[in-house]
Antibody, heavy 119, light 107 residues
Framework: QVQLVESGGGVVQPGGSLRLSCAAS????????MHWVRQAPGQGLEWVAF????????YYGNSVKGRFTISRDNSKKTLYLQMSSLRPEDTAVYFC????????????WGQGILVAVSS | DIQVTQSPSFLSASVGDRVTITCRAS??????LAWYQQKPGKAPRLLIY???TLQSGVPSRFSGSGSGTEFTLTISSLQPEDFASYYC?????????FGGGTKVEIK
């Protein structure tokens, strides 16, 4: 069965960096585009980033552009989100999600990982 | 950027009720719209994609319609397990955007 497991979250000071990982199993990872989506405490969903299956194209939400980088290692079946210059407003649960097909319907999601930015 | 406005933000309903949630896009997005359900502490679940296509395993009481700028999610007969938050998402153009969400609670 399809599984996505996020790791790498935790507490970080403002201005700091963190790298999230999303380990995929149960499907051919290299065939699917992937997303990162986040949810601040008590708030709605916010799309963060997207990367195509072959890594050639990547897109970002306006609030993270220039600070976050999405990447993937298809040989390790792992998606990453490198986060830098973190701000308190980046505090959220971060989900990775698999894209079902073009244009990117997210059909499987990880359980989420909490990132807290606080001094 | 394409803005997505979802209404209502909160809805109180009873088991068996017919429920409709609306999503409006700030510009035409054809049928590049998805609907998700989320329960507290859980990941979202894809219900509908391409505005009206039911995701595998989703009960048929859920349906979606619309194209262009106006879309609806309908639950024909609300069940106890349907009390949750619902989000629409446009996938016509980057950056992708979600609606603000609709929380469906028990009356």
């Amino acid at each position: 069965q399809v599984q996505l497991v996020e790791s790498g979250g935790g507490v970080v000071q403002p201005g700091g960096s963190l790298r999230l990982s999303c380990a995929a199993s149960g499907f051919t990872f290299s065939n699917h585009a992937m997303h990162w989506v986040r949810q601040a405490p008590g708030q709605g969903l916010e799309w963060v980033a997207f990367m195509r299956h072959d890594g050639r194209d990547r897109y970002y939400g306006n609030s993270v552009k220039g600070r976050f980088t999405i990447s993937r290692d298809n040989s390790k079946k792992t998606l990453y989100l490198q986060m830098s210059s973190l701000r308190p407003e980046d505090t959220a649960v971060y989900f990775c999600a698999r894209s079902k097909a073009v244009p990117g319907w997210a059909d499987y999601w990880g359980q989420g990982i909490l990132v807290a930015v606080s001094s | 950027d394409i803005q997505v406005t979802q209404s209502p933000s909160f809805l109180s309903a009873s088991v068996g009720d017919r429920v409709t949630i609306t999503c409006r896009a700030s510009q035409g997005i054809s049928t590049y719209l998805a609907w998700y359900q989320q329960k507290p502490g859980k990941a979202p679940r894809l219900l509908i994609y391409a505005a009206s296509t039911l995701q595998s395993g989703v009960p048929s009481r859920f349906s979606g319609s619309g194209s262009g700028t106006e879309f609806t999610l309908t639950i024909s007969s609300l069940q106890p397990e349907d009390f949750a938050s619902y989000y629409c998402q446009q996938l016509n153009d980057f950056p992708l955007t979600f609606g603000g969400g609709t929380k469906v609670e028990i009356k």
